[in-house]
């Protein structure tokens, strides 16, 4: 019988794990925003920009290509915006501005 306890313990305890984490990146109500960034001179810019992205409460994945010039971020509509997304951007030094979708603004 103590056996049949403790499971159901650890159980409850990885349940509560699980319900309590972040969502994962792609969820129902997550966007994604493509952002031109125009200003990095070389591949380490990048690593500036993902931080500056990732710092931003709400997002919740962010990949910056260097050889793109680009941005894709997941981001939850309810903690930030695409507005957000670009000062922040733009508080690094470099210049960020939506995607259009005749620029390939689908990632």
């Given amino acids: 019988m103590k056996k049949v306890g403790f499971v159901a313990f650890v159980f409850l305890l990885v349940l509560g794990a699980v319900a309590a984490s972040p969502r994962p990146a ?6 994604t925003a493509v952002l031109r960034v125009e200003g990095m001179t070389c591949p380490s810019c990048t ?3 993902k931080a500056a992205l990732k710092r931003v409460d709400g997002v919740e994945a962010a990949e910056v290509s260097f050889r793109e010039k680009k941005a894709v971020v997941t981001y939850d509509p309810a903690r930030t915006s695409e507005e957000a997304l670009i000062e922040a951007v733009n508080s690094t030094g470099f210049r960020a501005a939506p995607v259009s979708e005749g620029e390939g603004g689908k990632p």
């Fill in 47 to 49: 690593f500036s920009v």
């Fill in 26 to 31: 792609g969820c129902a109500g997550s966007r």
